[in-house]
Nanobody, 115 residues
Framework: QLVESGGGLVQPGGSLRLSCVAS????????MGWYRRAPGKERELVAS???????NSGDFVKGRFTISRDNAKTTVSLEMNSLKPGDPAVYYC???????????WGQGTQVTVSS
């Protein structure tokens, strides 16, 4: 139900844009966002945006990443700039019901930062 796209290889300092489209039946009111997991590390929140537009993000984002949402198209995007060697991970899109109906996840997309 959640399909991500946009991952890939980028040089340090470069940019990538991740997109996630929710298809089929989805919650009526939900937060969307991105987590990431690097090898050997815990999953961590990258950024999230509620149905009302409130944004939460990890400290490591520090103005480098921008999350946006198009409710009409049920998509969420993550614009990532100034990518660092510490950013490579599998990035997962998720949708979390704000009414307690559960959550769902995408399959993940790999982001690699290397020169």
């Amino acid at each position: 139900q959640l399909v991500e796209s946009g991952g890939g290889l980028v040089q340090p300092g470069g940019s990538l844009r991740l997109s996630c489209v929710a298809s089929g039946s989805i919650f009526s009111v939900y937060t969307m966002g991105w987590y990431r997991r690097a090898p050997g590390k815990e999953r961590e929140l990258v950024a999230s945006i509620t149905s009302g537009g409130r944004i939460n993000s990890g400290d490591f984002v520090k103005g480098r990443f921008t999350i946006s949402r198009d409710n009409a198209k049920t998509t969420v995007s993550l614009e990532m700039n100034s990518l660092k060697p510490g950013d490579p991970a599998v990035y997962y899109c998720y949708a979390d019901s704000e009414l307690g109906a559960g959550n769902c996840w995408g399959q993940g997309t790999q982001v690699t930062v290397s020169s």
